[in-house]
């Protein structure tokens, strides 16, 4: 028998305890010895529940208790969730967390200690909610050179953009919608605004590549700016517009990490991926593209990912487990206007043949792109595909047209 | 230092030797120990590889050598290959192996062997090639009560199959072009006539339901007999013809396994895995649908796999690996006639009014489709969802009409 407790009865620590008790006789089996929760943090009481005995308010009843091996963090944000784990992991006790925020805020931290003391700390829950993607990613990263991990990782965002492309809201009809349904909060900023995407992209970088990265070094773009006109160009341009979180190694070894709507081809395997699931892509130089589908939230499937993750540190509880990597490395993370990209581009110009006869002189020949509502006086198309800093530098010498949008064409490189 | 031996100088055998080199550093880093290729097993000689100093014809060479911890058996087929690898695990050596004909006929004895010998037996490229699939399975396991596992299995068939649908080729067209481009052997029988895909159905049946599945329980039938017309009838229906591998879980804990052409809704999430790539999608309880999509064949994509492998039993020389089930228990797999099914239907019928009559009378109001190229004198319909064996009684009592075709349609159960 092994004992854990939960950090936190929100969403995902009450759907961890169902699916303990539910499925409790394979998990049982899986882990080869009964998983007990024996105390559960919550400020809240809930005395209708069965086990409404094992709630206390008082974190050292679970520190100071010898008897509970395994933690199970699932209060969310920064604080007092680092202190807990922390204080977990130096008391003996291996962690299972679903907070992406702590282990983009502290991975590095959180996992030297644990490897000091032979525990564990995993976080499969962290990103892509119930899909199965941080051990896998180990595994190609086993056998692979990765070059690039690329995802929809937030299903609220993903939802949005799927009613604006397929049923041509507007992006607050669209949030409008989600938060009626649940699947957007009330103040949606980290989905809309992409800070949600940015802890996961950070913690598949940091895993991908063996070196922290910290969510300030990611160039962090939201979808609150698209437009119906964003989507239908998107259609012209033979793709549909994904919020995507992207991490690629450069031949010299740094990284290229960001967050942003880009336009993903109609036929590359993530552009179908739409409503809250999430997609994850992984490069490898063996395997080539691997792609990780499922739901990337909701309370039954991050808690099973989470109960996975507590198994296995059942059948581990006196050897460590792999995911693991090095600290922080300044310069590691390059600027993201450094990176090579072609972007649809939409000006608002006071003459169209002299816009015509600057684009054509800055770039050559480029592909126009037109759509049937366009507003007034507007020009669009795809740039060549060049450094962002170069492509701003160069956009920057046109007359009598204002840049409106640019979004990033997603391509391979 | 690790030794291993490699049988079969193969595509997947010399992409093992391939990958363990040009990524030593990292999969020394991964595994905590160099992996060293002591010995590989050929009955043909490579004098001009640098490595011709390490082959051999003798497999005493590799079984009586107690350096070799781990061997990698890549040579595919039943025989030798089964009588190789029991020896070697028989001898207290690990073993790895990418050959689905093997683990799908042997799995539940080799497996066994291993575990009394607290050694392990892993064949994750043996399904689904370089996507990593069995690890993830196993994971969703964990905390999942699983219903259903389905998947394109085969790279080949899939690949004629999108050829057919996109470019409207004939059977035959796709064929030779597959062969072209060398995706199909010269005898294409084990892919087209579905015996591939069965024995990558057995291995995720059984992993996922605990109970060796044997080839020979499972309705495998191939694609030989698809026309374009089959095509454009699938297309009306909104949906695309798809080889797929099917396991589900019935409530009394049976199983229906099957192997046959199916047609999938076009927003079904492997409706959209093209070409020769491959997608598998498990069904649990919690974590609801989650899809593993990537290359399903190709030396280097199947050889990471097994590299992957060769890494976890080197971290794990003396501890045994998770993935096991049991032996085989006759009368676990279902009659699939017994399964609910809806089919798409053709007939040729000696006259359209009398035939509708019947259908009407038969299964109620039902949905027509027609295709314009369609042949004269035939109608085709989607039947209501019921066991199989009773829509074929049913139909058995038409008269004056000829069924030329039965596809199942895909669908939740």
């Not at 180990?138 to 990782?153: K, R, S, T």
């Not at 949606?188 to 922290?212: N, Q, W, Y």
């Amino acid at each position: 028998m092994v004992n854990i407790a939960i950090l936190g009865h929100g969403v995902v620590g009450s759907g961890v305890a169902e699916v303990l008790q539910n499925n409790c006789k394979g998990i049982a089996a899986k882990a080869g010895d009964s998983i007990v929760v024996r105390r559960i943090l919550d400020l809240r009481a809930f005395p209708d529940l069965p086990y409404a005995d094992l709630f206390t308010t008082d974190f050292q009843d679970i520190l100071q208790d010898e008897e509970i091996r395994i933690v199970v963090e699932t209060m969310g944000g920064l604080h007092p969730a680092y202190d807990f784990v922390k204080a977990c992991l130096l008391a003996g006790k291996s962690v299972v967390t679903s907070n992406k925020e702590l282990v983009a805020a502290k991975g590095d931290e959180l996992l030297t200690i644990a490897r000091e003391r032979n525990l564990n700390f995993l976080f499969e829950a962290s990103v892509g909610g119930g899909i199965p993607i941080l051990r896998p990613l180990d595994q190609c990263l086993a056998a692979n050179e990765v070059f690039e991990v690329a995802g929809i990782l937030n299903g609220t965002t993903n939802f949005m953009l799927t009613k604006m492309i397929r049923e041509k809201m507007s992006f607050d009809g669209a949030l409008a919608l989600a938060q009626k349904l649940g699947y957007a909060e009330r103040n949606p900023a980290a989905d809309v605004e992409g800070m949600d995407a940015c802890r996961k992209t950070c913690i598949l970088a940091s895993l991908a590549f063996g070196k922290h990265v910290y969510p300030e070094e990611v160039y962090t773009e939201g979808i609150t700016a698209i437009t119906e006109a964003d989507v239908q160009y998107a259609a012209a341009c033979g793709g549909v517009i994904k919020l995507l979180g992207r991490a690629i190694r450069t031949e010299d070894g740094h990284v290229f990490c960001m967050v942003a709507p880009m336009i993903l081809p109609s036929d590359n395997l993530l552009a179908g991926v739409d409503d809250v699931f999430n997609g994850i892509m992984v490069r490898g130089d063996s395997v080539g593209d691997v792609v990780f589908v499922g739901r990337g939230a909701g309370k039954l499937p991050t808690a099973s990912a989470v109960v996975a993750d507590v198994i296995d540190e059942v059948k581990h509880l006196n050897a460590r487990k792999y995911l693991y990597w090095g600290p922080n490395e300044p310069g590691h993370v390059r600027d993201h206007r450094l990176a090579p990209v072609s972007m649809l581009m939409r000006f608002s110009c006071e003459e169209d043949a002299g816009a015509l006869v600057q684009i054509g002189r800055t770039f050559g020949d480029v592909r126009m792109i037109s759509i049937p509502d366009a507003p007034a006086n507007e020009v669009a198309f795809i740039t060549p595909c060049m450094p962002e800093y170069l492509l701003m530098d160069k956009i920057g010498g046109f007359s009598g047209m204002t840049l409106t949008r640019a979004i990033r064409m997603y391509a391979v490189r």
